[in-house]
């Protein structure tokens, strides 16, 4: 099985600041991989797919690079409504797999 | 707009069963693969399984903790898939969300199944 391992597990930051999630898979994927967004007690929300492609309805401020083993969330400005928990998952291969989550704080 | 909603979660003692159902609208999903995910309570997510569409042959792949116990199943007459939970554990105590396979898309609000005595 593909390993997929998200750093930081946690992160503390402020309102305007950029941020940066990396997800890294124990072996190459290509651009198999997907971002996504969960808030405290609702349904997980797709942000990104083929590592770079933002789901339709996605703010522009949030962006997603990397290819093979290395891939990068990067949230360009945070707002009060992005801090929630983030999770990477790779569909190259079954079992699909998903990062283990890095949770967003408000510093 | 695509919707999937997920329901049939219940509680149920351990190695007991239960079908869970999703109901789609807002895209064809004759054409789509589809995939089951899970979040046990204040866990990550857990991808469970997938079953192509019928011009792919209906294939299902399972995770290798639900693989024998777990199948998954379509109607495409009426735009639903299926989950089939056999000899439950309290390890499957979790919300079950349906979702489109390879690449994910938007998700339902989930259907919380419960396996305790």
């Known amino acids: 099985d593909i390993q997929m391992t998200q750093s930081p597990s946690s992160l503390s930051a402020s309102v305007g600041d950029r941020v940066s999630i990396t997800c890294r898979a124990s072996?190459?994927?290509?651009?198999?991989l997907a971002w996504f967004q969960q808030k405290p007690g609702k349904a997980p929300k797709s942000l990104i797919y083929?590592?770079?492609s933002l789901q339709s309805g996605v703010p522009s401020q949030f962006s997603g690079s990397g290819s093979g083993t290395d891939f990068t969330l990067t949230i360009s400005s945070l707002q009060p409504e992005d801090f929630a928990t983030y999770y990477c998952?790779?569909?190259?291969?079954?079992?699909?797999?998903f990062g283990q989550g890095t949770k967003l704080e408000i510093k | 707009e695509v919707q999937l909603v997920e329901s049939g979660g219940d509680l149920v003692q351990p190695g007991g069963s239960l079908r869970l159902s999703c109901a789609a609208s807002g895209f064809t999903f004759s054409n789509a693969w589809m995939s089951w995910v899970r979040q046990a309570p204040g866990k990550g997510l857990e991808w469970v399984g997938r079953?192509?569409?019928?011009?792919?042959?209906?294939?299902?792949d399972y995770a290798a903790p639900v693989k024998g116990r777990f199948t998954i199943s379509r109607d495409d007459s009426k735009n639903t898939l299926y989950l089939q939970m056999n000899s439950l554990k309290t390890e499957d105590t979790a919300v079950y969300y349906c979702?489109?396979?390879?690449?994910?898309?938007?998700w339902g609000q989930g259907t919380l199944v419960t396996v305790s005595s």
């Open positions: 979702i489109t396979a390879p690449r994910p898309g938007p």
């Open positions: 998952q790779q569909y190259n291969s079954y079992p699909y797999t």
């Open positions: 072996q190459g994927i290509s651009t198999y």
């Open positions: 083929a590592a770079s």
């Open positions: 079953i192509k569409n019928k011009v792919d042959g209906e294939t299902t």
